[in-house]
């Protein structure tokens, strides 16, 4: 019974895969809740409980590292996009938590663009870390990576939109604060994705 | 005298603590000021006092780095640890001076449960360095590093109830410029803290 | 036809060194732009074009990579660079969008001042990155690298000099808002500076 020798190496890619599958599912969630008005209690937990997942999951690779001794792809590299996936999460719970929080009603055409923006990017990240174990077809997952910049570029220009917007129409300073901060975090997720993307793109280096 | 053939591999270890011992000691003198009420020049130079000191243990690590051929773990994981570590140091001081400057009395309940956990962490994360040489005992560094993570935890809360009593309470909004971005500099040094206990995890994992 | 058998070797430094040279240059377009007041379309223009050549020279690098099988450095180190020279464009170019997009003059003493002190610093990066090759006189590069944190000290000195003179005679929060950004703007793009510097130093320690 010499067949799967090395079971554990294609389980990396299969958590990691997971992680960003969560990540699809989680930023489905938040622009759902964006487009229907202020956040409920629930959304607040339904957002919290992808993020749980996602830390069970980042902990269950982290594990696994530690008990395998060959691993597919530098062990540090493993670590080091799994815990990038978290933060992305870690961000979209955030953003989250402050909308409740600062009692803003997020449906208005730049938010709900931004949240339309993550959750694509959320998509594109998903397909690049699923192909990612086929080294020969390096270029498909250079690919996705192009897309999560060209979305982080447009989250630039949403961003420019909607806080010049913000200055010209908002009078009330408070109010320029809190929504600032929103927008402000919306665009650092992306930056967050486009992170996590230049990590494949190196680790795709390193084996290129 | 065949003995300590490797003199300087546990100097790193020695060298590293030193440095997690000295921001121990900058989070304490930062929570007995916190207290106190509004920061004396004296203070200021005090906490600046510890980051000079760090700085120097630091640069003093970079050197040995430079002079020695034989490191116990990589050189370039030694370098990145001393680098996250003083980092924590310079959130420590860059809030002091943000305390200062903006003429605030930080001696009001959220800001000292901050101070508290801060000072927490840094005894965690100096726990965690002291025993990072026993490889053989990974288990008890780790959960040196499980306690900063459940600490910036904390730290995520403190800062979601210190906000949204802010935005309640104070209806000046320079008052809540100011506020937003002491608490905000509060939880970002229990980010560094986790950020450091993400970097000792990643080369536990790596000799693991 | 022996002669010059690795020469892409020699084109890394090459390219990375155009990298730093393009940043400098883009460095002396903002400190202009700053002295003349509020800014134009046209350098808004300029700065973005910058920027986009940083990013294709980027992107060559990126590619050489993936195509030499020996490189006189890790080749992730060459990476990171790349992307850390990359990181100080964006910075400027987005402080650019930002005093553009919120209509501000920028020509007063505080802002001349970071304007000037990021041109050297870019100034001290390209010297460290261009004599980076000559790894027998890696004293010469350190010395650049202790330049730029000497200006990132500056900056912080800078920072707080700005921000609190902000404080003291600004008295509309919506101007506060606006300039305190631009502010901590220009003091993180020293940051990057020095991070691009400690980057550097990270691979000296690596060949030291």
New interface residues.
Partial sequence: MAFNLLPKEGKFFEFLSMQAENIVKAAAAFKEAVKAGPFSEETVRKIKDFEHEGDTLAHEI?DM??RTFITPID??DI??LS?NLDDVLDMVNSMT?RIH??RLNPSNDGMIAFADNIGQAAHALSNAVRHMHDTKRARRVLDYCIEVNRLENMG?QLR?KT??GL?EHEKD??M???W?EIYEGAEATLDTCEHVA?VI??I???H?
């Fill in positions: 982290a590292l530690n062990r540090e670590y080091s815990n938590n929080l600062y630039d420019d806080i010049s200055f300073p408070i320029v604060i809190k600032k230049k793109e190196a795709l280096v390193k290129g």
